[in-house]
């Protein structure tokens, strides 16, 4: 487990390269948080999980124009499969953020 936490880390450093960005609404949203919205099946839940798949249309969006290129992460990864990767690792990672999640993955699904 170490290391493959040790190896996420290193990719995560390695794709942002410490850069840091933003983040506006639902990527603010603790990792408890969104494990308690999953267990009580709130309104929470679901806008959290439309930001994280607007995030995932926006790295798309960035990765096509930027390589001038269709750009499909995520494409055949459906809804259900976002709200349990999701918490699963929020449940791993308590003190990370929705947008951390969403950054994971996102790396995760360009693999």
């Known amino acids: 487990m170490r290391t493959s936490t040790l190896t996420l880390v290193l990719i995560l450093f390695t794709q942002a390269g410490f850069a840091d960005w933003a983040v506006k609404g639902e990527g603010n949203y603790s ?11 709130s309104a929470k839940l679901y806008s959290s999980v439309t930001w994280v798949q607007g995030f995932i249309s926006g790295v798309n969006y960035r ?7 269709d750009s499909m992460i995520g494409a055949e990864f459906p ?4 709200v349990d ?27």
Not at 31 to 41: E, G, K, L, T
Not at 85 to 111: G, K
């Open 31 to 41: 990792c408890p948080d969104y494990v308690s919205a999953r267990r009580d099946n």
């Open 85 to 111: 990767w999701l918490e699963t690792y929020c449940r791993e990672n308590p003190q990370d953020y929705l947008s951390d999640a969403a950054e994971a993955l996102v790396i995760e699904l360009q693999r």
């Open 79 to 82: 809804t259900t499969s976002i």
């Open 63 to 69: 990765e096509a124009l930027g390589q001038d290129r």
